[in-house]
């Protein structure tokens, strides 16, 4: 394809835009943004988490990344010549940023859990994570003023969280309007914690929402012989998971533009997994996916419906792995790191945030 000299001189503005807007990253979250902090958690075990296959793609090893490649979040440090943001535990230079999330952290505490008798939820909550980044901070900052300074030019993710959440409620034989009369007060943990940040001095803030719990191969299987009417024709997906999670969305959505209002002088973005992995399944080989039965069948599993299979997850013995390149769905629950990339490329510039990063 040619590239007209208004197109390369374009290149090259945005590219010079690009790279010198943020000093650093900082994230919190779950599996889907963490870099390899529950490895380190786990330690030296005889099977790490998220051990080979994973990484495969580009690492050529596993990192703990919960996919065969890159997350959103590498790619967006990559698009802005950063460094990948080092999990928040590791023994790194945190100047260029620190990532802590970790896989299965929700973002409400166990206390919360606890009072709607739900036990064995993740410890490592929004909460604490943003304890580790308190704990952090003298490092990076010796006074209330240059923290200020420091984060005001930094790039702040809060999330994906709540996907977590929803899922020990659901499973906990909840029906759709009890997990609906909880998502305030998930939504209020996230934006509560965004707005600690602010109050810190973070200048860009990415609020994501949760992706389409009822398009997750792992939901699917369990429900693959369910009657016809639960599930969306066009999609293939359930449609009453669906439902808590575009309500989740919306609630969000609709948080992160009061708190922009209430914080004029700091830029926040709402984020978007569901309409992405949403546009994936409905035109998959537009998207590159030609393998995967409509974006729904998983790259590394253990066969059945949707190629997942509790008994032979990624990685065991048992299963086997597909070309990642031509997947949206990785193992049945995280997405494949060319599913992330296309994610990224949305989240910088549309459609998939709002407003879009480099805007």
């Keep these: 394809m040619e590239l007209s000299i208004t197109i390369f001189m374009s290149f090259l503005l945005c590219t010079s835009f690009v790279n010198g807007q943020y000093n650093a990253i900082f994230s919190f979250g779950d599996s889907y943004t963490d870099t390899g902090n529950l490895r380190i958690l786990a330690g030296k075990t ?33 698009n802005f010549g950063l460094p990948l943001v080092p999990p928040s535990l590791s023994n790194q230079d945190f100047k260029k940023g620190a990532n802590f999330a970790v896989i299965a952290a929700t973002a409400m505490d166990p206390a919360f859990f606890k009072s709607i008798n739900i036990t064995g939820t993740s410890p490592f909550s929004l909460n604490v994570q943003l304890g580790w980044f308190d704990k952090l901070k003298p490092s990076l900052c010796s006074s209330e003023q240059e923290c200020q300074n420091y984060f005001k030019n930094s790039l702040f993710f809060v999330g994906e969280l709540g996907g ?9 034989n909840r029906n759709v309007d009890e997990i609906k009369a909880l998502s305030p007060q998930i939504v209020g943990t996230i934006i509560g914690a965004a707005e600690k940040l602010i109050n810190e001095g973070a200048g860009t803030l990415v609020v994501p929402g949760i992706l389409p719990t009822g398009c997750i191969p792992i939901v699917l299987s369990q429900a693959h012989n369910a009657p016809k009417e639960e599930f969306d024709p066009k999609t293939g997906c359930l449609i009453k998971p669906n439902d808590f999670s575009s309500y989740h969305n919306n609630l969000l959505h609709q948080a992160v533009q009061q708190l922009q209002s209430k914080y004029p002088q700091a830029k926040l973005i709402y984020a978007e997994y569901f309409e992405a992995v949403v546009d994936f399944i409905l035109d998959p080989i537009g998207h590159g996916f030609t393998n995967g039965h409509g974006a729904l069948q998983v790259c590394c599993g253990g066969g059945g419906p949707y190629n997942y299979n509790s008994s032979a997850g990624c990685g065991s013995p048992g299963s086997t792995v597909g070309d990642p390149a031509t997947y949206a769905n990785w193992d049945g629950i995280h997405l494949t790191e060319a599913a992330f990339q296309q994610v990224a490329n949305g989240w910088l510039h549309g459609p998939y945030a709002s407003p879009p990063i480099v805007s």
């Design 164 to 172: 977590n959440d929803y899922n020990a409620i659901m499973y906990s």
């Design 46 to 78: 005889k099977n790490p988490p998220y051990d080979t296959p994973y990484g495969m793609t580009y690492f050529h090893h596993s990192t703990g990344r919960a996919s065969d490649g890159r997350l959103v979040i590498d790619f967006i440090a990559q």
